[in-house]
T-cell receptor, first 117, second 116 residues
C-alpha cells in the first residue's frame, strides 16, 4: 500500500482480555517500530524489528507485551491480560532502514486506540 | 539515555503570523538526527522537517525552518505565514544514528493553535 496501515483503529477490551494489534508497513521497508502514546504525551518506543529479527524490545513495559514480525513484513503487537494502564494509542512506524538520513525517516500509521475497561 | 524537552505545552497565534516552537535535548552522542513531526487531530504523524547533526546549515522546507544550535542542544521550529491547517500537535524527536537506541525519543509535544 501507499502508507503504513494499522488495524483495528479502535479496540475496547475488558481488563484481563488478550488483544492483538496489526501493522502493515510500507512495502520494502526493512525497519519497523512500535510506540505507545498515552493521552497528552509524546510516543514512547516499545520495540524495533529489522526484517523479521526483533533487535530491541527494551521499551516493552512488561512481559505481557509481545511483538512479532515472522516474515519480515506484517507485525503484530500482542498484549496479554490487559490492564487499565495499557489504555493508549499504539503507533506503528516503518523506515527504509539502510544508510543515510532518509532511511531513518519513520513513516507512521494512524494508530490503534486501545481502551481497557 | 537521551531526553527531549518541549517547554511550551500550548501556543496560539493568528493566521499568517510567524511562530517558533522550542525544543532542547540532552545527549552524549555525536552522531544523531533531529526531526519535527506534526500530529493533526486525525492522529497520523507526519514528518515536517529533519536535520543531520553534522550539518551546520539549518534545514528548511517551504514555510518551515529550524534553528539548530548544536552546542546549546537546541532545535527550534519556525513556521512562517501560519495557516489554519498548521493547527496540530508538534513533536520534536531525536534519533541516535550511532547505533545506540533504536527508536525515536520524543518530547511531550506542543499544541499549536492557529486562530483565524
Amino acid at each position: 500500500g501507499a502508507g503504513v496501515s494499522q488495524s483495528p483503529r479502535y479496540k475496547v477490551a475488558k481488563r484481563g482480555q488478550d488483544v492483538a494489534l496489526r501493522c502493515d508497513p510500507i512495502s520494502g521497508h526493512v525497519s519497523l517500530f512500535w510506540y505507545q502514546q498515552a493521552l497528552g504525551q509524546g510516543p514512547e518506543f516499545l520495540t524495533y524489528f529489522q526484517n523479521e529479527a526483533q533487535l530491541d524490545k527494551s521499551g516493552l513495559p512488561s512481559d505481557r507485551f509481545f511483538a512479532e514480525r515472522p516474515e519480515g513484513s506484517v507485525s503484530t503487537l500482542k498484549i496479554q491480560r490487559t490492564q487499565q494502564e495499557d489504555s493508549a494509542v499504539y503507533l506503528c512506524a516503518s523506515s527504509l532502514g539502510l544508510a543515510g538520513i532518509s532511511s531513518y525517516e519513520q513513516y507512521f500509521g494512524p494508530g490503534t486506540r486501545l481502551t481497557v475497561t | 539515555a537521551q531526553t527531549v524537552t518541549q517547554s511550551q505545552p500550548e501556543m496560539s497565534v493568528q493566521e499568517a503570523e510567524t511562530v517558533t516552537l522550542s525544543c532542547t535535548y540532552d545527549t552524549s552522542e555525536s552522531n544523531y538526527y533531529l526531526f519535527w513531526y506534526k500530529q493533526p487531530p486525525s492522529r497520523q504523524m507526519i514528518l515536517v522537517i529533519r536535520q543531520e547533526a553534522y550539518k551546520q546549515q539549518n534545514a528548511t522546507e517551504n514555510r518551515f525552518s529550524v534553528n539548530f544550535q548544536k552546542a546549546a542542544k537546541s532545535f527550534s521550529l519556525k513556521i512562517s505565514d501560519s495557516q489554519l491547517g498548521d493547527t496540530a500537535m508538534y513533536f520534536c524527536a531525536f534519533f541516535d544514528s550511532g547505533g545506540g537506541a533504536d527508536g525515536l525519543t520524543f518530547g511531550k509535544g506542543t499544541h499549536l493553535i492557529i486562530q483565524p
